[in-house]
C-alpha cells in the first residue's frame, strides 16, 4: 500500500470500501463512490502485474475488484434487511452473555478456516435467541473475507419458491440447482410450517446432494 493511501481515511465508508445498507427486504451493498473514483493501487486497470522469483510477471486481480465482486455477492445473498448493520462486535455487546462470547469466538475461528470445512452446522434454540441475527453475520462475513457466494433463504419461502417454479412447469433440476449448487446455502427457520412428506422430500433432496457435493449447509431451528 502506498504512502498516500495511508494517509486517507474515507469518512464515507470508514476505509472498509464497501457500504452495507438496508434495502427494501434484504441487505443491499454498494462499492463507497468516494474510495472507487480512482484506484491508487492498479490505476484503474482491475489488475496488478507483479515480479515473481524468475523476474517474470504474474497478473493478480485488483482488490478494488474484489471488493466490487463482495459487493455483489451481498445483493445476491438475500441477508434480511432487518440485519444489514449487525456484526460480531455488536451482537456480543448486545447480548451480554458468556455463552454467546464462546459461540462467536467459535465462529470467527471457524470462517479464517472455512475453505478446508466439509461440515455443515446447525443453531438451534427457542424464538428470539439470536439464531437468525447470528447466521446473516456469519454469512456477511463468510462474503467480506473469503468472497465465497451464499444464499439465505427461510424455509417457508424455499418451498414457495419452490411451487412457484411447478406451476410455472418449470423443470425439476431448473427449480432446484440454485439450492443444490450455491457454494454455501443458509436455511433459516428449518422445519417451520407444516412438516409434510413432500417438504421432507424436498429438505433431504437438498441435503443429500449438497453432501456428495461437499458444499456446505447452515440452518437454524427452534426444535
Same mark, same amino acid.
Do not use: F, V, Y
Given at each position: 500500500?502506498?504512502?498516500?493511501?495511508?494517509?486517507?481515511?474515507?469518512?464515507?465508508?470508514?476505509?472498509?470500501?464497501i457500504i452495507i445498507y438496508p434495502g427494501t427486504h434484504f441487505c443491499e451493498a454498494q462499492v463507497c463512490e468516494q474510495c472507487s473514483k480512482h484506484c491508487l493501487t492498479c490505476q484503474g486497470l482491475g489488475f496488478v502485474i507483479v515480479k515473481n522469483k524468475e523476474r517474470q510477471d504474474d497478473i493478480y486481480t485488483c482488490q478494488?475488484?474484489?471488493i466490487k465482486n463482495q459487493a455483489a455477492l451481498i445483493n445476491k445473498a438475500k441477508?434480511?434487511? @432487518?440485519y444489514w448493520h449487525a456484526n460480531f462486535y455488536n451482537f456480543q455487546r448486545i447480548a451480554k452473555q458468556k455463552q454467546l462470547e464462546q459461540i462467536i469466538k467459535q465462529q470467527i475461528d471457524w470462517i479464517k478456516d472455512i475453505d478446508k470445512m466439509e461440515r455443515s452446522f446447525l443453531f438451534y434454540g427457542n424464538p428470539g435467541s439470536g439464531k437468525t441475527r447470528m447466521l446473516s453475520i456469519v454469512l456477511k462475513e463468510i462474503i467480506l473475507q473469503k468472497n465465497i457466494p451464499c444464499k439465505f433463504i427461510e424455509f417457508t419461502s424455499l418451498l414457495n419458491e419452490i411451487k412457484t417454479g411447478y406451476d410455472q412447469n418449470k423443470p425439476q433440476d431448473e427449480i432446484m440447482a440454485p439450492l443444490r449448487e450455491i457454494d454455501?446455502?443458509?436455511?433459516?427457520?428449518?422445519? @417451520?410450517?407444516?412438516?409434510?412428506?413432500?417438504?421432507?422430500s424436498i429438505l433431504d433432496d437438498i441435503i443429500s446432494t449438497r453432501y456428495n457435493s461437499k458444499k456446505l449447509t447452515f440452518f437454524t431451528t427452534n426444535y
Open positions: 500500500m502506498s504512502e498516500t493511501e495511508l494517509q486517507t481515511h474515507c469518512s464515507n465508508c470508514n476505509n472498509e470500501k478494488c475488484q474484489i441477508i434480511p434487511q @432487518k454455501i446455502l443458509a436455511i433459516d427457520e428449518l422445519g @417451520k410450517g407444516r412438516n409434510t412428506d413432500w417438504a421432507q
